[in-house]
Structure formats: structure tokens, C-alpha cells
């Protein structure tokens, strides 16, 4: 069973780092798409929108597509999905209509959310309780793997020489061939899924006095606080990496920051999502010595303390303070997702379904901050983040508790 468990993890890693990379290309769609249509920074942002909003329209009926027909064709589906929106680049680009780009985006999350929503408890699930967030904290290390290299194919393939043509049409361009070939390879990982099983896991049964108290009366995943309470932590957290994502590379071509063209300035992206790598490969080690909740206050602290930073300084300070964000955030989705549905039991599917809608924050933030930044100052719209460190660290400090019975029975 270990050796099966163990083949269905290194599996269920690729999916990490396809949706992984799929999501950071957003980080060179957008100063490509701002380039083409010459958006404003709020405008720009709804590249952000049309992606996470998938995950609160469509989290839900994934959870109840997959209730009907598994995980592993679950997994079939979510990859063709992706495959489907990768190769409506190519009819974006020909019509040159950022709508049709948005409704692209769209699709392709759709694809993410269905993945999402079937991988990450699935991991929970695929061992020992008590390395949940260990576990989790790997995956989640080989999906910022992706997002290190995301980057490096964007600048190049993307953003390289963009600033030299002359015509939309050859800008349109940049973004064929490159959307092809990942929805060529999606397409591919779906073949190799259908073909593949993967082992049959379930939430264990209650079976401790506390864990059936726990369950008492219980009809709904929102009834228990640990899970509502890291929904909200979810919608803050996925809401401000993908802010740091959004405005690095804008942010960097700034003349008082760093006066970098958008294709030199998207080569610190990786920076960004390495420090995300590390520190969720080196979680997955710290956290059998040290309490998720405790590692995710200290690192909301982190976060909160660089982007004071970010704010307040100016150059080489400001532009290492926001890529060390980076480390900071890396436990975060981890941490939060492993102890909101702790104790769920069978409501451990709709407990998964209900974290993922809370994705949406990445759809929200986002263009608040882009809002912000077009009247206040990009610099300043960076403030817009503490509010979720706050939250975040009110979660790792107490807001993870389960109700005060069962935490007196335990």
C-alpha cells in the first residue's frame, strides 16, 4: 500500500507543477496583454479575474463531478479542459479582442479548478494524518518549481522583443505557438491519465470519542470553524501572492525602483517563486519539529514586515523586500488548507471544495490593488496587503482552533 501510495504521490506531483506553470504565465500575459491593448493597471488585472474567478463559479461543481466519477477521471477531465483553453490562444490572437483572450484564460482555469479541487486533499489523504501539511507543503514545493521556470518560457517565448515590434498582429503573434505546445502536452498528460489508475482514499472513519462529538448534529462543512475561519484565510492568502505576482514585474520597471524593461523585469519572477520553492521544500522538513499554526503566524509576520518595506524604501531595498515575500507566503496555502479541513471526516470532500472556491481572492485583490495603484501610487497600493497578513496570522494564532468541546475533549 505505501509503495502504491507513494507511485500515486509522484503522480499526482506533475499535476502540481502543469497548473503551477499554467498559472504563472499569467505574470507574462499580463504586461504582453497591456503592451497589445494599452491597458490601464486595473485593466491589466482582469487577466487575474478571469482566471481565479473559475475557482468560486466552478469549485463546487467540480466537488460534485468528482463525487460521480472519481478521482482519476476526475483528473482526465480537468487536463483536457486545460488543453481546450490553451488552444483558444491561438483564436484570441487571430481576432486581437481581449475578451476572447479573458474567455481563454477562463476556460483554462476551469481545467485548474477541477485539478485543484481532487489533488490537494487527496495528497491530505494519501498517508499519515499528522505529515498532512508535510506532504502537501512538497507538492505544493514541486508547483513552485513550475512557477521558477514559468517565467524563463514567458520572457522568452512571450515578452522577448515584444517592445520592438511595430504591428498588433506580429505582437498577437507572440502567443500562438507557445499555447499550443502546452495544450499539446496537457492533452498528452490526459491520455496518460486515462489509462492510469490511481488508488481509492477516504477521509478515515470517526472513531475516537472526540472525533464522534465532533460530528454531532454535524450536516455541513460550514458548520465546523476551523474550515469557515481557513476559507477566509484562503481568499487572503491566494489574494496576496498573486497580487506580489501581478505588480512585480511592473512594479520593477519603475525608474525609482529599478528601471527595467518588462522582458528584463519578468527574470526576477523566479526569485519570486523560488523563495515560494525553498521555503515549502524546507516546510516539509521544519514542520515535523514545529506546529503548522505557529510556522504560519511567524511567516505572516514575515510577510507583513516586507511589505512595510516594499512601501517605505525605494530601490535595490524595495525590490528584494517584495520578491522576499516569496518565502514568507510559501507555507501558507499548505498550512491553511491542512488544518481547515482537520477533523472533517466525511465532509472532507465539500470541506475541499469550499477552500478552493475561496481561490477567488487571487480574482479580487488583485484589481483592488490595481484600483489603488492608479489612483494612489503603485508603491502605496502595496498597503492593501497587510489586511490579509493580519487575518492570516489571527488563523495561525488561534482562528484554526475547532470548536471549544471538541478542543477540550483533545
Not at 44 to 73: C, D, E, H, R
Not at 395 to 410: A, E, I, L, P
Request: charged share 10%; proline share 4%; with cysteine.
Amino acid at each position: 500500500m505505501i509503495k502504491k501510495n507513494n507511485t500515486a504521490f509522484g503522480l499526482l506531483v506533475s499535476l502540481f507543477f502543469m497548473w503551477g506553470f499554467l498559472t504563472e504565465l499569467d505574470g507574462a500575459l499580463i504586461p504582453y496583454l497591456k503592451d497589445v491593448f494599452t491597458l490601464s493597471d486595473f485593466a491589466a488585472t482582469l487577466v487575474q479575474f478571469a482566471f481565479f474567478i473559475a475557482f468560486v463559479t466552478m469549485s463546487m461543481p467540480s466537488a460534485w463531478l468528482l463525487n460521480k466519477i472519481g478521482y482519476s477521471k476526475g483528473v482526465v477531465v480537468g487536463l483536457a479542459i486545460m488543453g481546450l483553453g490553451s488552444f483558444l490562444f491561438f483564436p484570441a490572437s487571430k481576432a486581437l479582442s481581449y475578451p476572447v483572450f479573458l474567455s481563454a484564460i477562463f476556460v483554462l482555469a476551469i481545467g485548474v479548478t477541477v485539478l485543484q479541487v481532487a489533488a490537494n486533499p487527496y495528497v491530505t489523504l494519501l498517508g499519515e494524518p499528522a505529515k498532512a501539511s508535510s506532504r502537501l507543503n512538497l507538492a505544493q514545493g514541486i508547483n513552485s518549481l513550475a512557477k521558477v521556470l514559468a517565467p524563463f518560457f514567458g520572457s522568452y517565448f512571450i515578452l522577448r522583443g515584444l517592445e520592438q515590434l511595430t504591428s498588433d498582429e506580429e505582437k498577437a503573434q507572440a502567443v500562438q505557438l507557445p499555447y499550443i505546445i502546452l495544450g499539446s502536452i496537457l492533452l498528452l498528460l490526459a491520455i496518460v491519465f486515462w489509462f492510469i489508475k490511481l488508488p481509492d482514499v477516504a477521509p478515515e472513519k470517526e472513531n475516537t470519542e472526540s472525533d464522534t462529538n465532533s460530528m454531532a448534529g454535524k450536516t455541513s462543512a460550514w458548520q465546523f470553524p476551523q474550515l469557515s475561519r481557513g476559507a477566509v484565510a484562503i481568499f487572503f492568502y491566494v489574494g496576496v501572492e498573486v497580487a506580489v505576482g501581478t505588480f512585480l514585474v511592473l512594479f520593477l520597471t519603475q525608474q525609482d525602483i529599478a528601471g527595467l524593461s518588462k522582458e528584463d523585469a519578468a527574470l526576477y519572477l523566479p526569485f519570486y517563486w523560488g523563495g515560494l520553492m525553498v521555503g515549502r521544500l524546507g516546510g516539509s522538513y521544519i514542520l515535523n519539529y514545529i506546529k503548522p499554526n505557529v510556522l504560519l503566524a511567524v511567516f505572516a509576520v514575515g510577510a507583513a514586515i516586507c511589505i512595510i518595506l516594499v512601501v517605505l524604501g525605494t530601490g535595490e531595498m524595495a525590490m528584494w523586500a517584495l520578491i522576499a515575500t516569496g518565502l514568507f507566503h510559501s507555507i501558507m496555502w499548505s498550512n491553511i488548507f491542512a488544518l481547515s479541513i482537520d477533523g472533517l471526516g466525511k465532509f472532507t470532500s465539500q470541506g475541499s471544495g469550499i477552500l478552493v472556491a475561496a481561490i477567488v481572492g487571487g480574482a479580487l485583490i488583485p484589481p483592488l490593488q490595481g484600483l489603488i495603484s492608479d489612483n494612489f501610487g503603485r508603491q502605496n497600493s502595496f498597503l492593501v496587503l497587510l489586511i490579509g497578513y493580519v487575518y492570516i496570522f489571527y488563523y495561525g494564532w488561534k482562528g484554526y482552533q475547532h470548536s471549544k468541546s471538541v478542543k477540550n475533549k483533545t
